[in-house]
């Protein structure tokens, strides 16, 4: 009788052990799904998005919704370039097939002057799209919100930005909490 009741309470031990292991398992692998393809928290690194963003805040990226649809003019992305360790993070301004032109603190989309521009400040140096840029059907052209202190398309360091560099988009701060909330 004794033997039974120790094999009994063995037993239901090893079925509590597994079924907690089982969802930690569960946990982890969720966990993993979600940042590797859903969303993934990422934080800026310089001043180039300021007054929108500001060095030092944490954001949550959404990687999914570009397998679904593309990206928008106005959407903040993060995306990949080379000789960068970290993500860039700027506002789409030109989409696939554009037009994009620079003149005199005015930005130029298919020779249309761009007045939706959401109070956001005007780029004083053209750079590259001192001339006409033309982007590929599957190129970006990105600005910093600051447009003084951002390394963007308008350099050849960064250029037009390829869809497949585009990791995802911000659109929402975590962190500093008096900030928390969706990214405008």
Do not use: W
């Amino acid at each position: 009788m004794r033997a039974n009741k120790k094999s009994s309470l063995l037993f239901r031990f090893l079925k509590k052990a597994i079924d907690i292991g089982l969802f930690i398992l569960s946990v982890l692998v969720l966990t993993y799904l979600t940042v590797t393809y859903v969303a993934q928290r990422t934080i800026v690194h310089n001043v180039s998005m300021q007054e929108t963003l500001s060095e030092g805040d944490n954001l949550i990226m959404d990687k999914i919704s570009y397998h679904f649809r593309e990206p928008k003019r106005f959407e903040i992305i993060c995306f990949r370039c080379a000789g960068e360790k970290d993500d860039l993070i700027k506002r789409i301004i030109g989409l696939p097939g554009e037009t994009v032109q620079i003149k005199n603190g005015e930005i130029f989309i298919d020779g249309e002057l761009l007045t939706d521009t959401a109070g956001l400040q005007a780029p004083e140096f053209a750079g590259r799209a001192e001339n006409m840029i033309t982007l590929g059907s599957d190129e970006y052209f990105v600005l910093g919100d600051n447009r003084s202190e951002s390394i963007d398309s308008r350099f050849d360091e960064v250029g037009n930005v390829r869809k497949s560099t585009i990791a995802g988009r911000a659109f929402f701060r975590i962190y500093p909490f008096d900030k928390f909330g969706l990214i405008n």
